[in-house]
């Protein structure tokens, strides 16, 4: 069975400091692994997948993400916080068939100025 | 081109009513997944449709029930209404199925209240 562990419901953040928000999966299969985000009263976002290949993985709006297998992690970080980046963030696992992703419990970014 | 759009935005029920919410995916995505949101559960997947058929369905009591129609849009109903089926009910489309890395546009949800 596949799953996703997101450390820490809520992060607090000055703005302009670093962002890390926590994820690790557990898969037994060679995982395909998802960063989305949740702006207020609105459906999820992309923000940077990996599939195989490079592990740091560059997204949108300046995000990044590094799988480390022997850690089991998929950690997304952005060197500079900005007050648009206050919003819940989903880490995702992709299903061993497809059709369906299995995301992790959310965390809550809030950026203070 | 239009996004996902799921109608409507928002709706409230009394329990033991039943409730239909659509979806109709981006053009040209055959692929259609509905997810339910609440603070204690988080994401959960409830099916995924994909031409016209359920390919996939998640640990839900078969009060919660969808179809495809030909036109790849789609419809959830949930039948006998309790007041923990108060959530987000968010859909999202892709192009196709059974693809690990598929990217999921998804709509704004629909906001159901049980009370």
């Known amino acids: 069975a596949q799953s996703v562990t997101q450390l820490g419901s809520h992060v607090s953040v000055s703005e302009g400091a670093l962002v890390l928000l926590r994820c690790n999966y557990s898969s037994s299969v060679p995982p395909y692994l998802f960063w989305y985000v949740q702006y207020p009263n609105q459906g999820l976002q992309l923000l940077l997948k990996y599939t195989t290949g490079a592990t740091l993985v560059k997204g949108i709006n300046g995000f990044e993400a590094e799988f480390k297998k022997s850690e089991t992690s998929f950690h997304l970080t952005k060197p500079s916080a900005h007050m648009s980046d206050a919003a819940e963030y989903f880490c995702a696992v992709g299903d061993n068939q497809g059709g369906k992703l299995i995301f992790g419990q959310g965390t809550e970014l809030s950026v203070k100025p | 081109k239009a996004g996902v759009t799921q109608t409507p935005r928002y709706l409230i029920k009394t329990r033991g009513q039943q409730v239909t919410l659509s979806c109709s995916p981006i053009?040209?995505?055959?692929?259609v997944s509905w997810y339910q949101q609440t603070p204690g559960q988080g994401l959960q997947f409830l099916f995924e449709?994909?031409?016209?058929?359920?390919?996939n369905k998640g640990n839900f009591p078969g009060r919660f029930s969808g179809r495809q129609f030909s036109n790849s849009r789609s419809e959830m109903n949930v039948s006998t209404l309790e007041l923990g089926d108060s959530a987000l009910y968010l859909c999202a489309s892709s192009p196709m199925t059974g693809v690990r890395d598929e990217k999921l546009f998804f709509g704004s949800g629909t906001q159901l209240s049980v009370l």
């Open positions: 449709y994909f031409s016209e058929t359920q390919r």
């Open positions: 053009s040209g995505h055959r692929s």
